[in-house]
């Protein structure tokens, strides 16, 4: 590498990659004795090795153990670097990815925000193979391998050629990728509702994560009226707000408050008209968010049902399609074999 002028930082990747190799006793020799192998061997060996791994992704749970089988010998191994990055937020998912060994991080967009971490048994990128995704089969986030990583790779055409000889397994992916989309809807309100917090790790994991509509308000209370004849001066109002440490604390408070004070004593309606408009349109945003979510779950929940069911019509066009094949190709065999009779009872 020295004489190929490699830059010293590649050539420590490098000299690495080949101790994680010397440890794992993984190597080229390895793959070349595999494929002198005949072919049910190298079958043989695939499902006793690797069916454990497969059996542990709760996608796969409780399915055919043909379909695990064939699975199995459709996986490919890969590894991965430290600080290498297995997808990227925006690319078009045409695998999905299963942890066998080691440990990944979900990203945010800066490559620093830490949102998931990935261990032996994880799996990702089910959905955009499905085609259940709706935007466009795109990566929604990226992933990074902490230290060396062993994963297996599923390609999206293998998945659908095993897919189409076992419908039930067919059935069952798409109703599991139909919940984790359900569950992935909620992701965007939980970051509205995180708002300043995201500059602090700590905070998103208590009280960042809590939606707006469950958002406690602490309760106004009331002054108590004033015992004199004459109603409570502009100046007095102000100077009893700027005072009052609970309207300093809390200023959604402050608003209700002041409106209630204004009610009681008679105000002015320069005191309580401004709060009282803004706290309707605190509410009527708290509403206008609470409708644009439940628009966007069904949105989301019709797209799913709409695609698994044309997934289970399409399959139903192909049952049909290989019905009507063999129906015409035992009808051809028929004809086949009474000409051959009538040609024998012309030569007789």
Partial sequence: M??????????????????YLWLTQKCSDEEKAVSCLPDKLKAEIAINVHLDTLKRVEIFQNTEAGFLCELVLRLRPVLFSPGDYICRKGEVGKEMYIVNRGKLQVVGDNGKTVLATLKAGSYFGEIS??????????????VRSVGYSDLFVLSKKDMWD?????????????AIAVKRLEKYKKAPL???????CQSTPG????SGRIPIEEMHLPPASIPPPLHTSHPPSYRD???????SPLRVASPVASCASSARSS???????????????????HEALECEIKRLRERLYTVETENAAMSAKLSQQQWEV????????????????LSSQEENERNRESII
């Fill in 129 to 142: 193979i499905l085609n259940m995704g709706t935007a466009g089969n795109r990566r929604t986030a990226s």
């Fill in 162 to 174: 095993v897919l189409k000889e076992y419908p039930a397994a067919r059935v069952r992916l798409e």
């Fill in 2 to 19: 020295r004489m190929r002028r490699v830059p010293n930082h590649l050539q420590v990747k490098v000299i690495k990659w080949f101790d």
């Fill in 318 to 333: 192909d049952q049909r399609l290989q019905e009507i094949e063999m129906q015409i190709c035992g009808g051809s065999s």
């Fill in 237 to 243: 109002q102000l100077y009893s707000s700027s005072v």
């Fill in 203 to 206: 905070l998103v994991e208590t």
């Fill in 190 to 196: 939980e970051k509205v509702a995180m708002g300043r």
């Fill in 263 to 281: 009610a009681v004593g008679g105000g002015s309606t320069v005191a309580g008209g401004a709060p009282r408009v803004l706290l309707d349109s």
